[in-house]
């Protein structure tokens, strides 16, 4: 890391932290969480779309945090809002949440959206906030219609970002990333989900396990923006890269620091600053929770 990105993702936590009101030892955002671990084995034909080892090994194991990104520690697990779902498996790191597009192109962008959402009158900052973004408005929409979930092993994630996918012969292809589950999605009522414990899904992780995810990569047509994270493409075409199983809640005995821009040979980062901006955001929040 430059000193510069180290500065810049220093100003960035402490924004992050001042929007929200953290506690400084918790994480900024998605602090309730749940641990959970398994393996990731690549697809027959993962390996001739990346040159990264984990598409060439089967049974590379995989941990997993999955957190809720409302309402900090207090927060309740039924209140409509995304979900998220970090990966570390090998040398990579997919920190993905339940939204297919993003509702801010850089850090900047995103500590103003959240100064808005906590802000004294949510109901007429956040609409200001998408009358001078109007980017925002995709990623919102869709974030108004989510309704609860039954579980996190329900839920399909998204990278946002798209990654480049390097094969043997150097040659790129720009997808983005996501986990498909193979348990089908489960809405629950309003009414329902809040007659639940607040930590309903945490709690509920190891009654769903095993549980298993499709990795795949969602690839571009020519009309698509494809390096804009608050874009939705045209295209529906996917790759299945591998299959995630996960069969233990367990924590590691040292958690990963997760960064979106830890990737492996045969991955290239996404040239969004969004990516960058995060990873330096990333890097000093652990440094503040110590
Ligand atoms: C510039 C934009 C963003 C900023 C500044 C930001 C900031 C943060 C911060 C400060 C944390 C807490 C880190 C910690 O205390 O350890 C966090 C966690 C997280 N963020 Fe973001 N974030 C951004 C964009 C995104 C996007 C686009 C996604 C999903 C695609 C995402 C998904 C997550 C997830 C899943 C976690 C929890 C990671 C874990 O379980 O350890 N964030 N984010």
Do not use: C, K
Request: negative net charge.
């Amino acid at each position: 890391m430059t000193s510069t990105s180290f500065e810049h993702g220093a100003q960035l936590a402490d924004q992050v932290a001042s929007a929200t009101g953290a506690d400084p030892g918790d994480r900024l955002l998605h602090t309730r969480g749940v641990w959970a671990a398994g393996e990731f084995t690549p697809s027959a034909n993962a390996a001739s779309m990346s040159a990264a080892e984990v598409f060439a090994e089967a049974g590379t194991p995989a941990t997993v945090r999955f957190s809720s990104t409302l309402g900090g520690p207090g927060g309740h697990d039924g209140d409509p809002s995304d979900h998220g779902m970090a990966v570390r498996i090998g040398g990579l790191d997919l920190v993905m949440f339940t939204l297919p597009v993003f509702f801010a192109r850089t850090g900047a962008d995103m500590v103003e959206f959240l100064r808005a959402a906590n802000s004294p009158d949510p109901s007429s900052a956040v609409p200001a906030f998408v009358a001078r973004h109007p980017e925002a408005a995709a990623a919102l929409g869709l974030a108004q219609q989510a309704r609860p979930a039954a579980g996190f092993t329900g839920l399909a994630y998204h990278s946002v970002h798209a990654f480049g996918l390097v094969d043997a012969a150097s040659t790129t292809r720009w997808a983005r990333l996501g986990w498909r589950p193979h348990r089908p999605f489960e809405p629950l009522a309003p009414e329902e989900a809040r007659s639940r414990p607040s930590d309903y899904l945490g709690t509920g992780l190891p009654g769903e396990l095993p549980a298993h995810f499709d990795l795949v990569a969602h690839l571009p047509a020519a009309r698509d923006d494809v390096h804009d994270p608050t874009r939705l493409w045209s295209s529906e075409q996917t790759v299945t890269l591998g299959i995630l199983t996960l069969d233990r809640a367990e924590a590691p005995d040292v958690e990963p620091g997760f960064d979106p821009l830890r990737l492996p040979e045969g991955v290239a980062a996404p040239l969004d600053r969004l990516a960058s901006d995060r990873s330096a955001a990333y890097a000093a929040a652990r440094r503040r929770r110590g």
